[in-house]
């Protein structure tokens, strides 16, 4: 975009994708085709990362990364373009020097913002090619209705445990994310990799099928996953292949569409403003150093409403474990009479459980205010956080 596709490649970089100027479907011409190309990757986490190295050591001239996150040290275990003396720098940062290193011919564009509504399409209308590396719904609609309004391929990825998705969203080709998926699945009913976990390599498997992907439309060749949703289960190592079409009724990419300019994404996926956490009266909250003067008590029961595997991590001594969806169906393990106090990892599904409590008629519950990540910063500071 940025360049010509008709600019020479030096004798370095002949040499550098000799691999690809030997492949009929890539030589010569499509390595210029590569180079004159520009990609935006939105994330720069576990599929960003794979994606961004394999598209930089393939020579796609310019790469655009936006993220305003922080690496973290549990980053570390998928998001391979971070390593552990990146901790605490801006991932954007961190990225654009593993790029450097991977090839120096590539341009990097950094973006340390967070991609909304009010600066997506200023962003992304200079690239070829828009690549989805997000992990929440807000931004997967928000990415495929920028794709839609300025006609770009979007190249899309998801992860969650073992399993992943991959296909291209091209509304001049096939379907859009929104022919696929009209409506966002409710708010807290599809857990993400923060909460429910993810394997290492899946956003490596995933990510570099997207970078193919974006290659194989770089260069106009092959048979992109346009109307085709690609499904891979890890665990038992099978893909699925699924037929997607077009909605005629599609809000976005239909004939009548209601959707002309970017709307707001946290409202049409139905979340809150700040924090899904249940209102609960402010003498049912008890702070970490009031649990810690209290905790001896015989009379106090602590239930632990986290998962097992949580659990197993760290928790406060002398607590039971109760996972929040079993709570309403081991109510009879519990005395109305007794003083109870809920703990859960930072108090969002501890403020359910007290709620789920007190309407069961449990009137002497609180719960851990910010959960035991509260509780390992100001009581207990050897409790390792996850
Ligand atoms: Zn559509």
Redesign the pocket.
Known sequence: MNQKATEDLSNEEIQRYSRHLLLPEVGLDGQKKLKAASVLIIGTGGLGSPIAMYLAAAGVGCIGLVDMDIVEVSNLQRQIIHGSENVGELKIESAKRSIARINPFVKVNTYREKFTADNALDIARDYDIIIDGTDNFPTRYLVNDVC?LLGKPNVYGSIFRFEGQASVFS?KHG??Y??LYPEPPPEGLVPNCAEGGVIGVLPGMIGTIQANEAIKIILGEGTPLYSRLLLLDALDMRFREMSIH??PA?H???PNPTITQLIDYQVFCGIAPKTDAVQIAPEQVISPVELAEQITQSELLLIDVRSPEEHAICAIENSILIPLPELPFRLHELSKDRAIVIYCKSGIRGSKAVALLNDEGFLHVKNLSGGIKAWAEEVDVEMPSY
């Open positions: 839609v509304a379907p859009c929104r022919c077009k909605n599609c976005i990419c239909g």
